[in-house]
């Protein structure tokens, strides 16, 4: 069963203090990895998408890599601005083959 | 920015009433979708549209239905809702890759 998980499930910062997020697959045929970023109350915003292992992808202090069974969302000196919960999704064949397929998400919060 | 819509934000509403949630895009996107999304929970696929004409249930079983007349609308509809439906929906598009997300609609049933 293809299968997304975050970790962690959240997580508190200062200011500048760098970290990365977690999101580890079970997917039989990957299409595609995608990072959402969803404020409260909102839909979720598109950042990137990654198709193959070793490729990386930059948005001024967000870094999004991709291994064979994971990917990790690095965030260089945060600020308070980033706070939100960073969804990791993946598109695999199946009945819905364009549909993605979600993790729960890390919530972020970013202290000043 | 993407451009899709969705009306109303948020809903109250009672126990056995009928209710229609819309969602509309300029993009021009064949393919759009309906996923649900609990407090702290993962967002679940409930319904897909490949084209006009063209609807099939997601993943989660759910007891809404829709339409697809319009390459730009796809309206998602409770015949009778119930507490159990109270959730947030959300609606996307995509044409390759990417999907687009609308704001939501907070829907409560009491």
């Known amino acids: 069963e293809d299968q997304v998980t975050q970790s962690p499930e959240a997580l508190r910062l200062q200011e500048g203090e760098s970290s990365s997020l977690n999101c580890s697959y079970t997917v039989s045929g990957l299409r595609g990895l995608f990072w959402y970023r969803q404020d409260p109350g909102k839909g979720p915003e598109f950042l990137f998408t990654?198709?193959?292992a070793g490729e990386e992808k930059e948005k001024e202090r967000l870094k999004a890599t991709l291994t064979k069974k994971e990917s990790f969302l690095h965030i260089t000196a945060p600020k308070p601005e980033d706070s939100a919960t960073y969804l990791c999704a993946v598109q695999a064949p199946g009945q819905a083959g364009t549909a993605l397929i979600f993790g729960k998400g890390t919530t972020l919060s970013v202290s000043s | 920015e993407a451009d899709i819509y969705q009306t109303p934000r948020y809903l109250v509403i009672g126990t056995g009433k009928k209710i229609t949630l819309e969602c509309s895009q300029t993009m021009g996107h064949d393919k759009m979708y309906w996923y649900q999304q609990d407090p702290g929970m993962e967002l679940h696929l409930i319904h897909y549209?490949?084209?006009?004409?063209?609807?099939e249930k997601g993943d989660l079983s759910s007891e809404s239905t829709v339409s697809r007349i319009r390459t730009e609308h796809f309206p998602l509809t409770l015949e009778s809702a119930r507490p159990s439906h109270t959730s947030q929906y959300l609606c996307?598009?995509?044409?390759?890759?990417?999907?687009?997300f609308g704001q939501g609609t907070r829907l409560t049933v009491v």
């Open positions: 549209s490949y084209g006009v004409n063209s609807t």
């Open positions: 996307a598009s995509s044409e390759a890759a990417e999907a687009f």
């Open positions: 990654l198709y193959s």
